[in-house]
């Protein structure tokens, strides 16, 4: 009796549709650990810093060419999953306390490279490298800041936008200095190692943060 009540009421449903509106499918749900759109993780995880385009809002662009110049994949992969000492960005692997999975952070890191694509410059516009390779000359630095970064910085870096300042400089690395110097951040007026009178070398990169992180402790 229990299922023939079961089978009439199933009827009556199918006789009561009379196919004029279609009938709701309910959409599978997807776990936070399932979403594998690079555009959906981006977007939720990446634009509010480096911008909806990836040319840089509140952090440096990491879509912009000189960016993806310098930093390779491996470098991009370990930013994302394990963060940047001296920024607010925390690390967005699970391992690190984030909410991603590796497999989510390859999306990342494959999408930011296939979107955005490489700077294929050579001669002078040849980027410096991302990491330091040998120690700066803090004189000479001196002299590429009050040549490259004083009309907008000042020539002691009290400019427009303070620089030299002992409490912004001992809140971020030497390599986030050395990372700003070469990509620039044009949102914000600040062009990259191209952007001056001449391009940025190596050496004057080097011993431009040189000179900024000789001034951590003070200004002098």
């Known amino acids: 009796m229990k299922y023939g009540v079961l089978a009439l009421a199933a009827l009556l449903g199918i006789a009561s549709w009379d196919g004029s509106k279609p009938r709701s499918v309910e959409k599978p749900v997807v776990r936070p650990s399932e979403v594998m759109d690079f555009s959906a993780l981006y977007g939720q995880n990446c634009s509010a810093c480096h911008g909806a385009d990836g040319q840089g ?26 963060g940047v000492r001296g920024t607010a960005m925390s690390g967005f692997a699970k391992k690190s306390g984030g909410l991603l999975t590796d497999a989510q952070i390859d999306v990342l890191v494959r999408g930011v490279r296939q979107h955005w694509g490489k700077l294929g410059a050579a001669g002078n516009d040849k980027p410096p490298a991302y990491a330091v390779s040998a120690p700066g000359d803090v004189a000479r630095g001196q002299n590429v800041f009050n040549a490259s970064c004083s ?35 044009p949102h914000l007026g600040m062009p ?29």
């Not at 936008?161 to 809140?171: I, N």
């Not at 080097?206 to 900024?212: E, R, S």
């Open 57 to 82: 809002a509140m952090a440096v662009g990491i879509g912009r060419p000189a960016y993806l110049a310098i930093a390779d994949d491996v470098t991009i992969r370990r930013l994302t999953a394990e």
């Open 151 to 185: 009309s907008c910085h000042g020539p002691v870096g009290s400019g427009s936008t303070q620089l030299v300042d002992s409490s912004y400089l001992a809140l971020v690395s030497n390599q986030h200095l050395r990372t700003i110097v070469i990509v620039g951040m």
């Open 192 to 220: 990259d190692f191209r952007g001056h009178a001449r391009p940025l070398s190596d050496a004057d990169v080097t011993d431009v943060v040189a000179w900024l992180v000789n001034h951590r402790g003070g200004i002098k």
